[in-house]
């Protein structure tokens, strides 16, 4: 393979993402909402929820698993309702930030090279067409994982901050969320990059490749869907399974994308 030349793409693309303010400021507005902002409010949530909603959670609590009520803390309720929310309600979320940088750093990479009239000399670059497609999916795949990952830590420092009055302890991360951040997280970036490179290599600009791409975020949606109402709870066991069966597909989607991307074909459409 053509290591030099695959860097350059990959250093290419971050870079243009640093310039493209349409790019960037969803990649900072987005986690910092999801990993700073809701984390510190839910740590306040029991002082700042109304005793209705707080009803409602501790409802919730009452309808986890025996092996999920064991793992949290065995302290007051306002306790058990911190660590519900921020350690189990929360998980859905944190997913949205690799799903999403991925989804958008992607559906640039070749619908934004249409829009700015560089794709021909990106398509003429020494590289086959293999090795162009995984340099393509590797910048946003790296983009997001270390998106994820310092969002990660983050959310860890927010969390124990905020949640300390009522805590009195540091209680973040549990090992599921070392899971799901190690383990499920570069997965579901995978998934994110790998279905919008597909769209994005035949949609025609930026907003029409990350509209069709965001299909893939349903399913976060629904696991969200489906904690609140008590349906599914993520556990170690779960993220694990999860991100086994994540990482088929994303190698299900790279050999796809290897035997049907032609460079030729995408020239012909420009």
């Known amino acids: 393979m053509n290591g030099r030349a695959m860097a350059a793409i990959v250093r290419r693309d971050l870079l243009v993402v640093r310039r493209s303010r349409a790019v960037l400021l969803p990649l900072i507005i987005v986690p910092l909402i999801l990993l700073v902002i809701l984390p510190g409010l839910a740590a306040l949530a029991p002082r700042l929820l109304p005793p209705s909603e707080i009803d409602e959670l501790q409802l919730l609590l009452d309808t986890l698993p025996p092996s999920l009520r064991a793992s949290l803390p065995a302290g007051s309720s306002d306790q058990q309702i911190v660590a519900l929310l921020l350690t189990y309600l929360s998980g859905p979320l944190y997913l949205l930030v690799p799903m999403m940088v991925a989804s958008v750093i992607a559906a640039d ?121 008590g349906a599914v709870f993520l556990s170690t066991k779960v993220v694990v399974l999860l991100g086994a069966a994540l990482w088929l597909i994303d190698l299900v989607l790279v050999l796809a994308g290897l035997r049907r991307f032609r460079r030729d074909a995408i020239l012909s459409r420009v």
């Open 109 to 229: 990479s070749f619908a934004g090279e249409k829009e700015r009239r560089t794709l021909e000399a990106l398509l003429y670059t020494p590289t086959t067409d293999r090795e162009l497609l995984i340099a393509k999916m590797l910048g946003p795949w790296v983009a997001a994982v270390a998106v994820a990952w310092g969002g990660f830590a983050a959310y860890a420092i927010v969390a124990n901050a905020a949640a300390w009055p009522i805590m009195g302890r540091i209680f973040f991360p549990t090992p599921m969320w070392w899971a799901l951040a190690l383990w499920l997280a570069p997965a579901v970036a995978g998934l994110g990059l790998g279905a919008t490179v597909l769209v994005s290599a035949r949609a025609r600009t930026f907003q029409e490749a990350y509209q069709l791409g965001g299909v893939v975020v349903l399913p976060l949606v629904l696991l969200l869907v489906g904690q609140a109402a």
